[in-house]
């Protein structure tokens, strides 16, 4: 008997037909999907997968090397500024300047600007596949950004860029060495063109640059007030208003090789120092300081008078607030009364003792701008303990050593001042020490026949005649600066606003023989030479001076904005 298959199913000779169409479908499958990734992998999809994989982009290339001294470190970026060619033949190039030792300790630069024309950067910024391995500089996130520098439309840092440059060469100072020109005139060709009234961004600016080490260049936007539009400019100042005949003083302005420094912008001044009171104490230099800021501040609202014969002050009622000034020409208390062989009526000056009438008022500001050193060329008497220690242009009695000289009680007061207010209980504010500001007297001193008449334009590299008297007592300063800071025990901040070497360049800003309005003034030598009476140690409004209040807002900026906004 014979076993037969139940009804319906089918016989056995079946299952090599089944097994062989089943074998087919899964091998016509396989081959499909091979196929198909080939085809993903050379589609846009697939330079999203390699990106994902690789972090590189190979539909989006940059045509960019980096050399191997230019990578860096967080701590030790190269500086973002583009360097663009405008009259290149073939357009617009885009090169990164070589990092120098002495920007090790620059920051990155912050390129998010909300208001510049570039795209922020995505999380993975597009490189090319040779950059994989090497750190992308700051200037490289974003592709947009990278076409419309090569286009012209912006620099490297956010800022609308003009295309009509009629100089030879790059705009903008070079970030390498500083040195643009090879004579005097050359540095007004390789000048900036004027940015779009909204183009300079205070977020521009790195927060971790060196504000100090630049270059000066001509700007035809000119400055933000002129001596018509501001009524407070002491006369001495109104070099327009006094008949001087050039102009060209009043459009340089300072560039940082590793930044930019904005131009001043009033009403972010007047935001950020919400209901705070800034102080300008010091000598008459201070008083030309305080007057800029005014000037400056001028132009956005016109401030209310509420000052008095011991202090001048200044309120600015949307913002309250204040701009105060304060004679103190020596920062130290000085006295007049007998002491040892110094005769009543005498100046003497307690070189450890800061100015008793100073001090009172300093709980009361939030951000002080100290400014000392030309009184100290004035006759006076040293005292340190209430001992007579030296003295200037005085010492009668021979028979005594002179401990101390002019030069080193700079020095000292300097360390006095700054000491006290990093040690005043009550004091929590930010004091900003404007360094030594530089006289330009050539061929003598201000009572010995020196002179800056006829200077016209700043110095180029390799002009700047040195001072010894100028570079000693910045050095002290500095000396004095650094001393007290080893001191501090309150909460206050101190911070060197080091304008010296800067303002060595800018020996065409000062009065000169422009320093009245008398018509029938002498503004030129005599025949046997002899230069006519002039400043050359304040500064024309508006001119350079203004320069030290857009360092004071960059310093402040730096100092609250974070704050504010956390």
């Known amino acids: 008997m014979s076993l037969g298959s139940p009804k319906g199913f089918p016989t056995m000779a079946a299952f090599p037909r089944s097994l062989l169409s089943i074998a087919i479908s899964v091998g016509g499958l396989a081959l499909f999907l091979i196929l198909a990734s080939c085809l993903l992998v050379q589609s846009p999809l697939g330079s999203t997968v390699q990106s994902y994989f690789y972090g590189v982009d190979s539909s989006k290339k940059l045509d960019i090397s980096v050399s191997s001294s230019n990578q860096t470190t967080s701590d030790s970026p190269l500086s973002n500024v583009a360097v663009i060619d405008k009259n290149s033949p073939s357009g617009p190039s885009f090169e990164l300047p070589m990092i120098s030792n002495e920007s090790s300790a620059v920051k990155n630069k912050d390129m998010s600007d909300t208001n510049s024309l570039t795209s922020k950067p995505d999380s993975q910024s597009p490189m090319s596949s040779s950059l994989v391995d090497q750190p992308v500089p700051a200037v490289l996130s974003g592709v947009r950004q990278e076409e419309e520098v090569r286009n012209g439309s912006i620099d490297g840092i956010g ?17 390498n060495n500083g040195d643009t020109s090879s004579g005097s005139t050359l540095a007004a060709e390789k000048s900036i063109l004027p940015l779009a009234s909204n183009a300079s961004k205070t977020d521009s600016v790195d927060s971790g640059c060196d504000l100090y080490h630049g270059s000066w260049f001509y700007d035809s936007l000119g400055p933000t007030y002129t001596n018509n539009t501001c009524p407070i400019i002491t006369q001495m100042q109104n070099c327009q208003g006094n008949g001087r005949p050039d102009k060209e003083y009043e459009n340089w302005r300072w560039k940082p090789f590793q930044c930019d420094l904005p131009r001043f912008d009033a009403k972010k001044f007047l935001e950020l120092m919400r209901g705070k009171t800034l102080a300008f104490i010091g000598d008459s230099v201070a008083r030309n300081q305080m007057e800029s800021m005014l000037c400056l501040l001028w132009q956005v609202e016109v401030p209310k008078n509420r000052g008095n014969r011991k202090m001048q002050r200044w309120y600015f009622r949307s913002t309250s607030v204040m701009i105060v000034r304060i004679w103190s020409s020596w920062l130290v208390h000085q006295t007049s009364g007998p002491l040892d062989f110094a005769p009543e009526g005498f100046v003497k000056l307690h070189l450890d003792a800061p100015d008793d009438e100073l001090m009172k008022y300093i709980p009361d500001f939030d951000v002080v701008v100290l400014s000392s050193g030309h009184w100290f060329a004035k006759q006076s008497a040293y005292v340190i303990n209430n001992e007579i220690v030296g003295g200037q242009l005085w010492w009668p009695d021979k028979s005594r050593s002179m401990k101390v000289n002019n030069i080193e009680a700079f020095g000292i007061s300097v360390e006095t001042i700054l000491t006290a207010l990093a040690t005043h209980p009550n004091y929590t504010g930010l004091a900003i020490v404007r360094s030594y500001s530089p006289d330009h ?5 201000w009572n010995t026949g020196g002179s800056c008449t006829g200077k016209v334009r700043p110095l180029s590299v390799g002009e700047l005649v040195e001072n010894g008297f100028t570079e000693i007592m910045h050095k002290k300063q500095v000396t004095g600066f650094d001393r007290a800071i080893k001191k501090m025990t309150n909460k206050s901040k101190l911070k060197l606003m080091d304008i010296t070497e800067v303002f060595g360049y800018r020996h065409d800003g000062h009065p000169g023989p422009y320093r009245s309005p008398d018509p029938n003034k002498i503004t030129k030598r005599g025949p046997d030479g002899k230069p006519p009476p002039q400043d050359c ?7 350079p001076v203004d320069t030290w209040n857009e360092l004071v807002l960059e310093i402040i900026r730096r100092e609250f904005e974070g704050k504010q906004s956390s």
């Not at 140690?537 to 001119?543: A, D, E, R, S």
């Open 159 to 175: 800022n609308i860029y003009s295309s009509n440059n009629s100089g030879n060469g790059d705009s903008r100072m070079d970030d």
């Open 441 to 445: 007297y050539e061929g003598g001193a």
């Open 537 to 543: 140690l304040h500064w024309c409004m508006p001119g």
